[in-house]
């Protein structure tokens, strides 16, 4: 139980275009899920807090025009990294958390590379 | 401000050889500490969730303690498919959802 899917799993794309990283909870309900970036050989980075139904809560530092998120429904969370750039290249994960034991269950990760 | 502490940074062990990790924390009212196993290019696999000092979870070869100010992952007679690395991270009682993450112990086992 307590899976969290991503996708897609790697992307490329090039510079100025726009990605969408899709998290789903395969099996819970999940009115809470995060977003969080990891560079190479460090510990993650929490990016927002997305809610369902309601606008995501971003820390301090993450721009919310460039990094759209969506929380539609109890089960899909959507990240959109609009007008991408190079620096933007990184490895984006999901979580989700589970209300009952209140443990954050992650995805898998989605590598982005942007030329 | 919450805080997670792990140490070592790194950790090398022979098959077999028992150790211990530590994750020293400082929080306004522990709501959770989490335990979890990242190997690279994936993402955190959940582990352990301990609530309260005293309390004690085991899985296979891993065995995590909680005291009100930190948490070992204990793991027994190891195998190099236990390479990974190790995160723990807390949760306080503030109302936020959110967890604060320790760097890590980066855990290497020799056959």
């Known amino acids: 139980g307590a899976v969290v899917s991503q996708h897609p799993s790697r992307v490329i794309c090039k510079s100025g275009t726009s990605v969408k990283i899709e998290c789903r909870s395969l099996?819970?309900?999940?009115?809470?899920m995060f977003w969080y970036r990891q560079f190479p050989k460090q510990s993650l980075m929490l990016m927002a807090t997305s809610n369902e139904g309601s606008k995501a809560t971003y820390e301090q530092g993450v721009e919310k025009d460039k990094f759209l998120i969506n929380h539609a429904s109890l089960t899909l969370s959507t990240l959109t990294v609009t007008s991408a750039h190079p620096e933007d290249s990184s490895f984006y994960i999901c979580s989700a958390r589970e209300v009952y034991t209140d443990t954050q269950y992650f995805g898998p990760g989605t590598r982005l590379t942007v030329l | 401000e919450d805080q997670v502490t792990q140490s070592p940074e790194a950790l090398r062990l022979q098959e077999g050889e028992s150790s211990s990790l530590n994750c020293s924390y400082t929080v306004s009212g522990l709501r959770g500490l989490f335990w979890y196993r990242q190997d690279p290019g994936k993402g955190p696999e959940f582990l352990f969730t301990?609530?309260?000092a005293g309390e004690e979870k085991e899985k296979e070869r891993l065995k995590a303690t909680l005291t009100k100010k930190e948490s070992f992952l204990h793991i027994t007679a190891p195998k190099p498919e236990d390479s990974a690395t190790y995160l723990c991270?807390?949760?306080?009682?503030?109302?936020?959802?959110?967890?604060?993450f320790g760097k890590g112990t980066k855990l290497t086992v020799n056959p």
């Open positions: 991270a807390v949760q306080g009682q503030g109302g936020s959802e959110k967890l604060v």
């Open positions: 099996d819970f309900q999940a009115t809470t």
């Open positions: 301990l609530y309260s």
